[in-house]
């Protein structure tokens, strides 16, 4: 099982950005996965994810109503929409998903949120 997250960078506040989680050795709608955040100096967040029963999103308080989750099972990607960033939102952004009782996380992109 491996994820490899990418498309991290620099983006203005107010912006747009795109995250992707690329997935292999498990078919992604087979289980749930999810967002994840670590900000310099704090606890790694969860942010969002998807059901692998119905597809249902979920999402932490600080992002909702600004990033979207949604993936593509026939790509075996994930992605992270993330509209209006804001500073706060600067972190190492990582995938994660549980497959047969393990927990896999993908290395992280860095996405920075400045002017």
């Known amino acids: 099982v491996q994820l490899q997250a990418s498309g991290g960078g620099l983006v203005q506040p107010g912006g747009s950005l795109k995250l992707s989680c690329a997935v292999s050795?498990?078919?992604?709608?087979?289980?749930?996965i999810g967002w994840f955040r670590q900000a310099p100096g704090k606890e790694r967040e969860g942010l969002s994810c998807i059901s692998s029963f119905d597809g249902s999103a979920y999402y932490t308080h600080s992002v909702r109503g600004r990033f979207t989750i949604s993936k593509d099972n026939a790509k075996n990607t994930l992605y992270l929409q993330m509209n209006s960033p804001k500073p706060e939102d600067t972190a190492v952004y990582s995938c994660?998903?549980?497959?047969?009782?393990?927990?896999?996380w993908g290395q992280g992109t860095l996405v920075t949120v400045s002017s």
């Open positions: 050795g498990f078919r992604l709608g087979d289980y749930a």
């Open positions: 994660n998903t549980q497959v047969r009782g393990e927990s896999y």
